[in-house]
């Protein structure tokens, strides 16, 4: 048979749409692949970690409830352990619904192990009523320390299990796309020696994709989770890349987290807070810092014990971080500093209306923390400092307000040293207020609700 041109190119024609099929049905099947990895350590591998630290979380809180109670024998105490072994079972149960791999025969002696838990105790809780301490606490030291080590154990195994199945995923994610793209590259040059412009399409379409997400993979191990794949793509590509996405800010949330949150509230802490004011200042834009602060909250852990208090600083976190998931947190931050100190970073504007958001929350709220008696007359007594028995009021608020534009403050300890100065002034007002500074004003704004 004689070889025409027009057979000539049919053929190239024939072999570059081989080729093309081929490296159309390498590269759909490879990015399903990496789509269901990707997948995987988002709805699995990242579930099974989280619920595996609120599950320690609760353990730990456990733990520390019934060491203070057999020293302190405040009823909230037993109170507050039976909340977190509740907390516990729920994410236990959570994990089981979920039925994932590897977790069947781990998690059932877990909940054996927990009930044990809480049958000694309810031993120790017996033999406190009974004036019987040095038994109860005899009995924490043995029992109740040796099922809080297994049960540490196994969840902490859990957990491990877990994060090596992410490392593993991760590796198999950026050794397949490698492979992807140089398949898919060896099989558009082929395409292009046929002499159709398809096989650009085929390498814009494919290879460089695969060529971001390698890269960007590479940045993610080597710890930089900022790297914008610019892949917007509506097929399989486009949802890898965005779940490749979801996984990376998901990624740097928990080392955020894991580095500097507050392990009352997990919010952000100090390293945030300043790294979070210098930015803004740097960018020349207004915005605020807010310092808040609670007044009278020493007599009052004083009185109602440590235990207590720290559920008022947990109900002030509550408090923004709610109102933040209604009218949405994009542009503000929430610190914690520590203690009863909490910090807003938002736009002026943003910064105001939740600022007196939690002044009229906080006043609402907060009377239901009191006994019946403390609510009616309206202070607790106490004792001050030198050990002088005096009535204190009720908690409120203090919130301080001041703006900075990247201009007037040099850096975040001078703006931070403002603010503080300005939370005295507010904290020497009656009640729970929020002020803020006036430029070219001696003192400051007062805002004050409820």
């Not at 590897?102 to 909940?111: E, I, R």
């Not at 398809?198 to 989770?225: D, H």
């Not at 408090?319 to 994009?330: A, F, P, V």
């Amino acid at each position: 048979m004689k070889l025409t041109i027009s057979r000539k190119l049919l053929f190239s024609y024939l072999v570059m749409a081989l080729l093309t099929v081929l490296a159309s049905a390498y590269a759909v099947i490879s990015l399903r692949d990496l789509n269901d990895l990707a997948y995987r350590i988002i709805n699995q591998d990242f579930f099974i970690v989280e619920t595996s630290k609120k599950m320690m979380d609760a353990l730990l809180a456990q733990e520390s409830a019934e060491r203070k109670y057999l020293i302190l024998k405040d009823p909230s105490l037993a109170d507050i352990f039976w909340v977190r072994n509740q907390e516990l079972n729920q994410n236990l149960q959570e994990l089981k619904n979920a039925r994932f791999p590897g977790t069947a025969k781990t998690l059932p002696q877990v909940a054996i192990l927990a009930t044990k838990y809480g049958v000694i105790f309810n031993q120790e809780l017996a033999l406190v009523k009974e004036n019987r301490l040095s038994e109860a606490i005899a009995l924490s030291e043995q029992d109740g320390k040796k099922a809080i080590e297994e049960i540490a154990s196994e969840v902490r195994a859990i957990q491990r299990k877990a994060e090596q199945d992410i490392d593993i995923r991760m590796n198999l994610i950026r050794e397949r796309s490698t492979n992807a793209s140089r398949m898919t590259l060896i099989l558009s040059v082929m395409s292009l020696v046929a002499g159709l412009s398809l096989a650009l399409l085929i390498t814009y379409n494919i290879s460089i994709p695969l060529r971001k997400l390698e890269k960007a993979t590479s940045l993610v191990a080597e710890g930089q989770f900022d790297h914008d794949l610019q892949i917007h793509h509506r097929d399989e590509i486009g949802s890898l890349a965005r779940s490749f996405g979801r996984m990376t800010e998901r990624l740097k949330v928990l080392e955020t987290m894991n580095l500097d949150a507050s392990p009352l509230t997990g919010l952000p802490g100090n390293l945030a807070i300043e790294r979070i004011i210098g930015e803004r200042l740097s960018t020349g834009q207004p915005f605020s810092l807010c310092q808040v602060d609670l007044d009278n909250f020493k007599p009052f852990a004083d009185k109602y014990g440590y235990a207590w208090a720290s559920e008022i600083i947990k109900e002030v976190a509550r408090i923004l971080t709610d109102e933040l998931k209604q009218t949405g947190g994009k542009g503000v931050f929430i610190g914690h500093i520590g203690g009863d100190d909490f910090v807003i970073i938002a736009d002026p504007q943003r910064a105001e209306a939740l600022s007196r958001h939690l002044v009229d929350q906080f006043d609402a709220r907060i009377p239901l923390y009191y006994s019946s008696e403390d609510q009616e007359q309206g202070f607790i007594i106490g004792k001050d400092r030198k050990g002088r028995e005096q009535t204190f009021p009720l908690l409120t608020v203090s919130v301080a307000m001041v703006t900075g534009d990247g201009h007037r403050f040099k850096n975040a300890l001078e703006m931070a040293e403002m603010a503080a100065e300005l939370k005295e002034y507010a904290k020497t007002l009656p009640g729970s207020n929020f002020v803020r500074e006036r430029r070219g004003e001696s003192r400051a704004a007062t805002g004050r609700t409820g």
